[in-house]
């Protein structure tokens, strides 16, 4: 399939990245990674140039959302919630998320409810904006999540929600559901690095992983944000 890809590649009036990542992998499974990197360079060139990743504005969203949530301040919080009980799977992409919710939704009413955009959407307006995060917004946060989000069987006495980059609402969720569970997947950064790396990833939030220096980035940046909203001597995680 190879020359059939280079006399596409050779057709098209500008780079593609979808027929140079589809080079990229027929080289990594006929000659091995080693020999593959060069051309997954080629390719995230071309996906770089159409997503760039700008670190200045990545810092300062998480230093308007740390903000809101200053150490050693009250937390602020919802009323208690009953069941079901929800799960948030943190981490940085590629490090295990999706394994992790194949997992606990295989157990008996716990129900898996993909990557949901809410929490992302519904928080963004507190550091976007500056309006104020108090008892009645989280209580308004958790009420709306739970009216969009998909329906799950009436036994059920959790549902998990494994997106990613619910890392950075950490100090959200908490407020809004006081009794969430929170599992952070932690994976050595090379080998998260390496996952992004020779992914094609196209959606909003994931402009980091077309660059190496974007990547190291986003994985300094982690630690501090994922523990926004928490106390360290907490066993939120």
Not at 106 to 123: K, R, V
Request: charged share 20%.
């Amino acid at each position: 399939m190879i020359p059939a890809l280079n006399e596409a590649i050779a057709q098209t009036d500008q780079p593609l990245q979808e027929l140079e990542f589809a080079k990229a992998h027929l080289i990594e499974k006929s000659e091995g990674l080693a020999k593959a990197l060069p051309q997954f360079a080629k390719a995230n060139a071309i996906q770089q140039s159409i997503l760039p990743y700008d670190p200045e504005i990545e810092e300062n969203k998480i230093s308007d959302i740390l903000d809101l949530f200053p150490q050693g301040s009250p937390r602020v919080s919802a009323e208690q919630n009953s069941m079901p009980v929800p799960i948030f799977i943190i981490g940085q992409p590629r490090s295990g998320t999706t394994l992790m919710e194949m997992m606990l939704s295989s157990a008996p009413g716990i129900a898996g409810c993909g990557e949901l955009m809410l929490m992302t959407d519904l928080s963004a307006k507190f550091y976007t904006s500056g309006t104020s995060l108090d008892s009645e917004a989280a209580k308004a946060i958790a009420q709306s999540y739970l009216d969009q989000m998909p329906g799950i069987p009436t036994d059920s006495i959790a549902f998990v929600d494994k997106m990613p980059h619910n890392y950075q609402n950490v100090g959200f969720i908490l407020a809004a559901f006081p009794n969430a569970r929170i599992i952070n997947m932690l994976r050595d950064p090379r080998d998260v690095g390496l996952s992004k790396w020779i992914q094609r990833f196209l959606a909003d939030g994931m402009n980091d992983t077309s660059n190496l220096e974007a990547i190291a980035h986003t994985a300094n940046l982690y630690p501090a944000t994922c523990l926004i909203g928490i106390s360290c001597s907490e066993t939120a995680f």
